[in-house]
């Protein structure tokens, strides 16, 4: 079972393009990470979210938790080729325990 | 230093051959985790340590076997490998079991 959907699953944008990405859940988070991947390398934290509502800014990266806490988005603002990698996000639930979601890879094209 | 190392970078081993995988930490966390991730694929867990006891294993095959010697190391020792375990094998750290987890490089591996 998915406790973790993300949506889209593969995204390819022109640069200077905006995006979103969703991370979705039924159950509620303790808290929440977006992590970006580059091939052949580890996911690396980009931000942690944990009160409802919440927003957090990194540069062009706009990360927002839900009131609910069952949902999350990355909104990035003009995309530039090196934004291109998988990004995952990854929720704390009731057992402590990292759950990753599905991924979106995305691709920006020069 | 957020720093997680692993080592090696990358591996090829034959399906009779005995590995280790290694990771180090020095950020004073106390949860250490092996992920697998296949090409494509969000990373799966494997094993997490906490407070240096194996407090999950996700349901892993026997011929991975993991060690935790202390508090900042990891190890991941490999037998009999098949060649579907071929993947990007990640540690992790965090400073309690579940949020907030740093990971390594990961170590490419390749059973032939």
């Known amino acids: 079972t998915q406790l973790l959907e993300q949506s889209p699953q593969f995204l390819s944008i022109q640069e200077g393009e905006n995006l979103t990405v969703y991370c979705n859940s039924s159950s509620v988070f303790s808290s929440l990470q977006w992590y970006r991947q580059e091939p052949g390398e580890g996911p690396v934290l980009l931000v942690t979210v944990v009160t409802g509502g919440e927003v957090k800014k990194l540069k062009r990266l706009t990360f927002q938790f839900g009131d609910a806490r069952k949902d999350s988005s990355l909104h990035i603002t003009a995309a530039q080729p090196g934004d291109t990698g998988l990004y995952l996000c990854?929720?704390?639930?009731?057992?402590?325990?990292?759950?990753f979601g599905g991924g979106t890879r995305l691709m920006v094209k020069p | 230093d957020t720093e997680v190392t692993q080592t090696p970078k990358h591996l090829v081993m034959g399906m009779t051959n005995k590995k280790s995988l290694k990771c180090e930490q020095h950020?004073?966390?106390?949860?250490m985790y092996w992920y697998k991730q296949k090409a494509k694929k969000p990373p799966e867990l494997m094993f997490v340590?906490?407070?240096?006891?194996?407090?999950i294993n996700e349901s892993v095959p026997s011929r991975f076997s993991p060690e935790c010697p202390n508090s900042s190391l990891l190890n991941l020792h490999l037998h009999a490998l098949q060649p579907e375990d071929s993947a990007l094998y990640l540690c992790?750290?965090?400073?309690?079991?579940?949020?907030?987890?740093?990971f390594g490089q990961g170590t490419r591996l390749t059973v032939v």
């Open positions: 950020m004073g966390h106390r949860a």
């Open positions: 990854a929720g704390v639930f009731a057992g402590n325990m990292l759950t």
């Open positions: 340590y906490s407070y240096e006891k194996l407090s």
């Open positions: 992790a750290s965090s400073q309690g079991p579940g949020p907030e987890a740093f």
